[in-house]
Structures are given as structure tokens and as C-alpha cells.
């Protein structure tokens, strides 16, 4: 168990499609139980493995509330198969710094995948958890809520973004 570095934008990793995963092995149980100490640590609710540089389609989440026990659910190889509605809503992520904004996604969504065990699974959810499923799915695609905004706002980020990181550059003297 270890909390893993969190990659953040624009790490040129969050871009690259994740591979499938053909082996649910040991190393695979290793990310995952990493990956749950990383989110749970951050805080946040939900990770993708190429998040902390393992580009392979494994996803986890959890959305229960802070006085509810933990609930985390895994998913390796999710795909949407079908989805509807929409509904708009604040997002942020671990690894887009200090950003937020509000986000057009489906309603509902229904994903397939498998556990962590390897058996098939079926969710379908709505509201929080379906919005998380397909901002996660979306970081196995390369792709992160940022492309989801005007390429004003996206502008605007990057320009603060820029600055900040060039106030956090120690003086070379
Ligand atoms: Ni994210």
C-alpha cells in the first residue's frame, strides 16, 4: 500500500489513451490498493490509473458520503454502452490544480467492466456517481473536464496556470 504521485496538467501522460488490461495479476491488485490510498489521501472520489502514470484502464470511485463507511468500487475496462439525459455540474479533478468549473454530462449512464476479481459487472447509475464514471473514463481516453469548457475559459486557465508555476520556479542563481 502507497500513496502514488499524482500527475497533473498539462502532464503530456493524462493525454496518452490507457491500454486495456489483459492480466488481472498481482501487480494489477498492487495499483489498485495504491490507487485507493492515493484518492482516499488526496481527498478525492474518484481516480484513473493513468492518473499516477500506470496508463492501463482501471477506474475507482467512491462516493459515499463522509459519515458512511468507505465504499470503494473498481472498475477495469469500463465502457459506456449507453447513456442519456443531462445534467450540469461543478467539476474538479486531482489533477487539473486549483480549477473548477461547471460540466455538461449525461444524466445516467450505464457502464460495463469487470471487478477486481475479473467478473463481469453492469452499472447503472445516475447524478454523482454516473458524472464520476464518465470524468474518469474520459482521463483513460486522454482527455480531461477542461476539454469539456470554452477555449476561452481553457485560455484563461492556462494563463494563470502559467504563472503560477512560474512563481513556484525557485531562482537559479
Ligand atoms: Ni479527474
Not at 502514470?53 to 484502464?57: I, K
Not at 486531482?94 to 486549483?98: E, T
Given at each position: 500500500m502507497a500513496v502514488r504521485k499524482i500527475l497533473t496538467y498539462p502532464d503530456e501522460v493524462l493525454r496518452k489513451p490507457a491500454e486495456p488490461v489483459a492480466d488481472i495479476d498481482g501487480r494489477l491488485q498492487q495499483l489498485i490498493n495504491d490507487m485507493a490510498d492515493t484518492m482516499y489521501h488526496a481527498p478525492g472520489i474518484g481516480l484513473a490509473g493513468n492518473q499516477v502514470?500506470?496508463?492501463?484502464?482501471v477506474i475507482i470511485f467512491d462516493v459515499s458520503a463522509k459519515d458512511e463507511p468507505r465504499d470503494l468500487c473498481v472498475v477495469i475496462?469500463?465502457?459506456?454502452?449507453e447513456s442519456g439525459g443531462e445534467v450540469a455540474s461543478e467539476e474538479g479533478c486531482?489533477?487539473?490544480?486549483?480549477y473548477s468549473a461547471e460540466i455538461k454530462r449525461a444524466q445516467f449512464v450505464t457502464v460495463k467492466g469487470f471487478d477486481r476479481e475479473g467478473n463481469p459487472v453492469l452499472l447503472k447509475k445516475e447524478g454523482l456517481p454516473a458524472i464520476v464514471l464518465q470524468h474518469e473514463i474520459d482521463h483513460l481516453n486522454?482527455?480531461?473536464?477542461?476539454?469539456?469548457?470554452?477555449r476561452l475559459k481553457r485560455e484563461l486557465y492556462k494563463r494563470r496556470l502559467r504563472k503560477k508555476l512560474k512563481e513556484k520556479r525557485p531562482r537559479r542563481l
Open positions: 502514470g500506470a496508463p492501463c484502464r475496462n469500463p465502457e459506456i454502452i486531482l489533477s487539473v490544480v486549483d486522454g482527455k480531461l473536464f477542461i476539454d469539456h469548457i470554452s
